[in-house]
């Protein structure tokens, strides 16, 4: 099974902050990875596809980038409605593996 | 556009099984599947198996490939995820997330269901 492994877990931040989230995949999986977010008690909400395609409706704010085997989350100007927690999941062959997820808290 | 609605929270003893539903509307082509991924308490999300409607093939997880059966009713767009031999492990949020495939190659998990809670307990 391909191994996604993120960091940070946790991540303190303030409203306007520029954050990044990174996540490695054990082997090469191309640029087949999806960012979701999620909220407590909320299904999750896909934000980005192929490491950097913007999902329909979400911010600009929100983008995606690859180097290799490692991705990139990066959200520039935080907004209150930001705060939650953030998966990888890689999709080119199952089992469809998530990373253990980073929780982005208010500092 | 497409919507998942799935069933309501169950509560199981041991050794039980569950079903899940998820009703699947909206979709205007049948190259698509219906995956079943679960997320345990304070856990990260796994995935379980799916069924794609375009081949009619199911795929599992190796983990849960001697308990689970995924199927759909044709009649009713309706995808069910049954999961045998219930522990105490089970317990979590079972969430229907719907991709776009290209035969077996499938995409991402564009939207998922509100998730059901299944609590397994004496």
């Known amino acids: 099974d391909i191994q996604m492994t993120q960091s940070p877990s946790t991540l303190s931040a303030s409203v306007g902050d520029r954050v990044t989230i990174t996540c490695r995949a054990s082997q090469s999986i191309s640029t087949w990875l999806g960012w979701y977010q999620q909220k407590p008690g909320k299904a999750p909400k896909l934000l980005i596809y192929?490491?950097?395609s913007l999902d329909s409706g979400v911010p600009s704010r929100f983008s995606g980038s690859r180097s290799g085997t490692e991705f990139t989350l990066t959200i520039t100007s935080l907004q209150p409605d930001d705060f939650a927690t953030y998966y990888c999941?890689?999709?080119?062959?199952?089992?469809?593996?998530f990373g253990q997820g980073t929780k982005l808290e208010i500092k | 556009q497409v919507q998942l609605v799935q069933s309501g929270a169950e509560v199981k003893k041991p050794g039980a099984s569950v079903e899940v539903s998820c009703k699947a509307s909206?979709?205007?082509?049948?190259?698509?599947?219906i995956h079943w991924v679960r997320q345990a308490p304070g856990q990260r999300l796994e995935w379980i198996g799916c069924f794609n409607a375009g081949t009619t093939n199911t795929k599992y997880s190796q983990k849960f490939q001697d308990r689970v059966i995924i199927s759909r009713d044709t009649s009713t767009s309706i995808l069910y995820m049954q999961l045998s031999s219930l522990r105490s492990e089970d317990t979590a949020v079972y969430y229907c997330?719907?991709?776009?495939?290209?035969?077996?190659?499938?995409?991402?998990?564009?939207?998922w269901g509100q998730g059901t809670m299944v609590t397994v307990s004496s």
């Open positions: 999941q890689q999709y080119i062959t199952s089992p469809y593996t």
């Open positions: 909206g979709h205007t082509v049948t190259s698509y599947a």
């Open positions: 997330a719907n991709t776009y495939c290209d035969g077996d190659y499938c995409s991402v998990f564009d939207l």
């Open positions: 192929k490491a950097s």
